[in-house]
């Protein structure tokens, strides 16, 4: 639990704010890299035995380690979903980016832990309340409505990548 700011509580701030926020969709991320991985396993193993986790595909080598040959190609069944699955890594990570970019203006916007949920949208107030103690002390003030929609127009851009990526985790949408 996190009582108040200080240099080392904000990016632990950020970072379980992004793990909240993307744990649908990079579980299913995940899985889907897991299920190139098995399959390759399996298709590599009596060549390459332990080795056989590791590929290449489109120059890149994924799961490096020191090999005693160079790792396969990745197996033709496995292409689609390794497009796939490099298309959402790239989305992901310009989506991280944002939602990161956006909480590190708010906390720099706040002079408290406290003040951070008068700038988030509503819908994240759930996580944040496994994160302070309830009671707001007297010093962290509320801001202002005026305030509030500055900075969000100021944050436009982030805030909208925000409630999309809110929206679709309502929706069901990866």
Known sequence: MITDMTPESKPKVIDSFIDWILKPVLKDHRELFLKIETTQFYASYPELGNDAMCFRYKGVTYNPRKLRKAPPVLIDSCHEDMDRWLANEDIFTVEKERLRTFL?????????????????????LTWFK?????????????????????????????????????????????
């Open 104 to 124: 590190s203006a708010c906390l720099a916007e706040c002079s408290s832990i406290f003040q951070l949920p008068d700038l988030l949208p509503e819908s994240c």
């Open 130 to 174: 496994d994160l302070i103690p309830d009671e707001r002390p007297e010093y962290a003030t509320p801001f202002t409505s005026e305030h509030i929609a500055a900075f969000h127009l100021k944050h436009k851009a982030n805030m909208d990548v925000l409630l999309a990526r809110i929206t679709k985790n309502l929706l069901g949408i990866k």
